[in-house]
């Protein structure tokens, strides 16, 4: 079992930069990919970025590419979702998601733990 929190989520203005952090527990941080999805009303839960276990490969929605970056810290059980040059449509709630078996993906269906979300809202 893996459990994720995710914080750091607000409210900004179009242009600025917010940092989202995903907390793990549980299975062994190290060995998992992890990803980042979101979620505006109304609309399907979608891609943003996803990174492997070692961090050594990132891959992005080509709608956050450029702007958002996803780290992560395998000592402190943490990944991060660096986001900037904010846009109103970036508005949705956040989620961290890891794969039951650590693979790379971009579709919600391959993954099997999933954080409570964190609420961004960019103002135009």
């Known amino acids: 079992q893996v459990q994720l929190v995710e914080s750091g989520g607000g409210l900004v203005q179009a242009g600025g930069s917010l940092r989202l952090s995903c907390a793990a527990s549980?299975?062994?941080?190290?060995?998992?990919?992890l990803g980042w999805f979101r979620q505006a009303p109304g609309k399907e839960r979608e891609f943003v970025a996803t990174?492997?276990?070692?961090?050594?490969?990132?891959y992005y929605a080509d709608s956050v590419k450029g702007r958002f970056t996803i780290s992560r810290d395998n000592a402190k059980n943490t990944a991060l979702l660096q986001m900037s040059s904010l846009r109103p449509e970036d508005t949705a709630a956040y989620y961290c998601?890891?794969?039951?078996?650590?693979?790379?993906?971009?579709?919600?269906?391959?993954?099997?733990?999933w954080g409570q979300g964190t609420q961004v809202t960019v103002s135009s």
């Open positions: 998601a890891a794969p039951a078996d650590g693979g790379l993906y971009s579709i919600p269906s391959r993954y099997t733990y």
């Open positions: 549980g299975r062994t941080f190290s060995k998992l990919g």
């Open positions: 990174i492997n276990w070692s961090g050594s490969t990132t």
